[in-house]
C-alpha cells in the first residue's frame, strides 16, 4: 500500500530499523533502489528511491 502512493523517483526513508531487519526490509520493498543503510547502534535508517 505504502509504494503504491510514491510517485515517480520519490524518495523513502525507513527508520528505526533494527540492523538484523535490514535484510528483510530490503526484500519486502520491491521495485526500490537501496542505498546502504546508515547504521548507529544497532539502529538502521534505510533510504531508497523508487525504480
Not at 543503510?37 to 544497532?42: A, L
Request: no cysteine; glycine share 10%; hydrophobic share 45%.
Amino acid at each position: 500500500m505504502l509504494l503504491q502512493r510514491l510517485g515517480r523517483e520519490s524518495q523513502l526513508l525507513l527508520s528505526g530499523i533494527l540492523v538484523s531487519q535490514v535484510d528483510e526490509i530490503r526484500a519486502a520493498y520491491k521495485g526500490i533502489i537501496f542505498a546502504p543503510p546508515m547504521i548507529e547502534e544497532g539502529w538502521a535508517l534505510l533510504q531508497g528511491r523508487r525504480s
